[in-house]
């Protein structure tokens, strides 16, 4: 009894039913036996990890580039005025131009910070204090602002 295959649609659904029950009423279970298995069998779990990547790249570059851009959106609304992605000087909410500042231009850490490791950087980290959504022209203002600031600093002391 249970090793004959299901052979009408019926006993097909109704043999998928009873496996999903199983795997919901196993799971702690079946996690620890993966977990088990992924270390007494390292190298079938890289090769097949391996082979899993090579056959779904497409998918999974997809994914992840859809993840990305969630973090993204995420990390610049947080950085916004109204929670969701848009520039404090300008407002405009066009995410393809928007990036990262670092609000206080301390030393030399005043460059601006647009890239991509910044959001999961920022997310990681409970959203630290001192950073700011801008748009790529405001965060060139700024920087030009400041540079001129301190052009007329150094002009005076001289
Ligand atoms: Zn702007």
Redesign the pocket.
């Known amino acids: 009894m249970g090793t004959e295959y299901p052979k009408t649609l019926e006993q097909q659904a109704r043999r998928s039913l009873y496996l999903k029950q199983y795997r919901q009423d196993h799971k702690e279970e079946r996690r620890l036996y993966k977990q088990q298995y992924r270390r007494t069998h390292k190298i079938q779990t890289a090769l097949y990890a391996k082979h899993y990547q090579r056959k779904h790249l497409k998918a999974l570059e997809a994914y992840s580039c859809q993840w990305r851009q969630k973090v993204k959106a995420e990390v610049l609304g947080y950085y916004s005025l109204n929670g969701f992605p848009q520039?404090v000087?300008?407002g405009?909410t066009d995410i393809d131009v928007l990036c990262i500042d670092h609000a206080n231009n301390d030393g030399k850490q005043h460059r601006a910070i647009c890239g991509l490791r910044i959001y999961q950087w920022l997310r990681r980290n409970n959203y630290p204090e001192g950073y700011q959504t801008?748009?790529f022209?405001?965060n060139r203002k700024k920087e030009v602002l400041r540079r001129r600031d301190d052009a007329d600093r150094v002009g005076n002391k001289g």
């Open positions: 520039c000087q300008c405009i801008l748009c022209n405001c």
